[in-house]
């Protein structure tokens, strides 16, 4: 983690992004669209003193990928992406994921692992676009899918 560029989409209160930098995350972007989770993120982060290290993107997390892989002349990457849309929202995991692992695959860093927190119960796909799922965590009602960017053969076209 050390180092490591994190995306929080669905950051709601902000605590896994919180988390990111108290171990040692370089910078955090937060995403989150919801008004009361906004208010809670933005006190945590003041009751905490965290003043640097991070930006706070108020808006949707299909928003924020489509803005962000426009950037030029880069976009931003990231290592490590953190998607818990609300349990309700399954097909926020299906647009999230399908984008992450294709037309924004750019802001994934070499490397990066994107995880997302979903019921146990609802079952990702295995793949989305670049994506492929490398290990699935499930403790109590919850589940954790650790996807990566699929390894190119060498002589792929880029």
């Not at 489509?66 to 309700?88: C, H, I, M, N, Q």
């Not at 926020?92 to 146990?120: C, F, N, P, S």
């Amino acid at each position: 983690m050390a180092g490591a560029a994190f995306l929080d989409l669905y950051a709601g209160s902000g605590a896994v992004g919180i988390e990111a930098l108290s171990r040692g995350a370089a910078r955090v972007v937060f995403v989150e669209r919801a008004p009361a989770a906004l208010k809670a993120l933005h006190g945590n982060l003041e009751r905490l003193g965290i003043t640097e290290g991070f930006r706070i993107h108020a808006g949707s997390a299909g928003g924020f990928l489509g803005s962000a892989r426009g950037t030029t002349p880069k976009p931003e990457r990231y290592e490590v992406v953190f998607l818990d849309p609300p349990y309700d929202a399954d097909h926020e995991y299906e647009a999230t994921l399908g984008v992450l692992g294709g037309t924004a695959a750019g802001l994934l860093a070499d490397g990066a692992v994107v995880i997302a927190e979903h019921r146990k119960k609802s079952r990702l796909e295995s793949r989305y676009g670049q994506l492929v799922r490398t290990r699935l965590l499930e403790q109590g009602d919850a589940a954790l899918s650790f996807y990566s960017v699929e390894a190119r053969a060498e002589g792929d076209a880029e």
